[in-house]
């Protein structure tokens, strides 16, 4: 085996040969792969574009929050509630709100509050949740208490503890 490697016949040989089966290994194995991992990327691509547009068309407030979260506004828990409230579809009526004071904590300031939810529908407090936490990053729910009404089959009234981080 030794005298075979020492053989430059086998050089001669064996380069040339190597150096023409790449291209050919390029043409007929790569190419084709690269072709159908284009032709797959974009299929997700375009899949992904039509479901933001159904998103879009569902909800188009997502803009607004999206442009709002643009504009540096500070954060004000009565605004905050009302407007994410009125947009769920929640009425005046139909929450109630306490906040505390700012409080810094290790160089970082915070601030508390507890909203009450009254005899509203599961996918109104859902909502509410999701649309308060996608507006400000910041806001975190600490904690949920879920209390159903008896007698009626889907009204509940919600607990929300939030603490926003300034």
Sequence with gaps: MKDML????????????????????????????AGRNWETEKSQYNQGQNIIKEILNVDPD???FADANSASVEFDYASAIDSTAGSCG??????????????????????????????????????????VQIRWASLQCTQ?????????????DVDLDFK???
Excluded: H
């Design 144 to 156: 949920i208490k879920l209390t159903k009404k008896k007698g009626l089959p889907d009204s509940w």
């Design 90 to 131: 929640i009425p005046p009526t139909g929450y109630n709100l306490n906040s505390g004071i700012i409080i810094t904590s290790a160089g970082q300031k915070s601030q508390s509050a507890k909203v009450s939810l009254k005899g509203v529908d599961i996918t109104k407090a859902a909502k509410f949740l999701s649309t």
């Design 6 to 33: 020492k053989n430059p016949v086998l050089y001669y040989i064996l380069a040339p040969v190597m150096a023409a089966l790449w291209p050919l290994l390029i043409w007929g194995v790569y190419l084709p792969a």
């Design 62 to 64: 997502r803009l607004k």
């Design 164 to 166: 926003y981080y300034y």
